[in-house]
């Protein structure tokens, strides 16, 4: 079985969110707005560190001999 995180349309439609939503007074555009800032600076944080994991990949690494 494979899991996904759901979209931000997914997650604004769940019944379930919704409810918590609603309890909490937080309204569907607030909501957007906070999902779409958190993919916004997740997509920068690993934009930003596929750098150095290119350049590690590029290094030989010794294998081991398992023989």
């Known amino acids: 079985m494979t899991q996904r995180d759901l979209t ?12 918590v939503m609603r309890a909490d007074r937080i309204s569907v555009a607030r909501m ?3 999902l779409q800032d ?3 600076k997740q997509e920068r944080a690993l934009s ?3 750098v150095p994991i290119a350049h590690a990949a590029v290094r030989s690494v ?3 001999d398992l023989r």
């Open 48 to 50: 930003a560190n596929l």
């Open 32 to 34: 957007a707005n906070l």
């Open 8 to 19: 931000i349309t997914e997650v604004l439609r769940d019944p379930l969110i919704r409810q």
């Open 62 to 64: 010794p294998q081991a």
């Open 38 to 40: 958190a993919a916004r």
